[in-house]
């Protein structure tokens, strides 16, 4: 039997379900970043240069010709990029990856992240930030990460060299200019290299990825793109970015 006790609560309930909604989806439309069509998407016919969005679970990685990159490295004089290149030796793609220090290099297995550990890294202030680049090989991404969600993402040439350029910018140097490296990566050829930038609840991995994208000219959305089904939705329904062929 509902008592009239129940019935208010429920009624509060669904007030503050509903007080929570409202504050979500307020926060959702103020955290929509319009993209720039001058850069995105590149009209039908005319240069495009492709990368891959790959997601790891939690974490999305972001690959890239290691062809084009060193072109580009090359001709804009980067030179965290032309050390990477240099370090990486030849490749067909290389994938970077930003997260947390000790939560990104510590714990490799996600099972077996700890509450405590992921709490700190959210919360705890100034974690520092470190890049994780992984050569591919002569494999596409679709064939290193054949069982992996991606998404192929097709850039203008200018809006290429912002994303490019905002990878450079990420990684830390020392006093000489030379890149930090850190330790061996998590999978393949890799090297975790000190980064810029601190990581938080409110700055997390999936976040750089957004950031550099809409650098690039793409529409993103900074709380969809928390977690990687919430970015991969928002780019295909406003940025028309279709999952990559398999």
Not at 53 to 71: E, K, M, R, T
Not at 199 to 204: E, G, K
């Amino acid at each position: 039997m509902i008592t009239s006790a129940t019935v208010r609560w429920l009624r509060r309930a669904g007030l503050f379900g509903l007080v929570i909604a409202a504050f979500f989806g307020g926060a959702v439309l103020y955290a929509m970043r319009p993209g720039d069509p001058m850069l995105f998407p590149a009209p039908t016919g005319t240069e495009t240069h492709t990368i891959y969005l790959v997601s790891h679970g939690l974490h999305v990685g972001i690959a890239i010709p290691a062809h084009d990159l060193a072109q580009r490295a090359r001709q804009n004089g980067w030179p965290a990029l032309l050390q990477v290149i240099e370090r990486f030796g030849p490749h067909a793609y290389l994938e970077f990856g930003w997260g947390e220090d000790g939560f990104y290099r510590g714990i490799p297995i996600l099972t077996d992240v700890t509450f405590f550990e992921a709490a700190r890294a959210l919360l705890a202030p100034n974690n520092r930030s470190v890049l994780h680049v992984v050569g591919l090989g002569w494999h596409s991404p679709q064939a290193a990460f054949p069982s992996l969600e991606q998404k192929q993402v097709a850039l203008s040439p200018v809006g290429f060299d912002r994303l490019l350029a905002g990878i450079d910018e990420t990684f830390a140097r020392d006093e000489t200019g030379q890149l930090q490296e850190l330790s061996m990566g998590l999978y393949g050829p890799s090297l975790f290299f000190a980064a810029k930038g601190t990581f938080s609840i409110l700055n997390v991995c999936n976040h750089w990825i957004a950031d550099l994208l809409n650098r690039a000219g793409v529409p993103t959305n900074r709380i969809l793109s928390t977690l990687p089904i919430g970015l991969f939705w928002d780019l295909g329904q406003r940025a028309g970015i279709r999952p990559g062929a398999a």
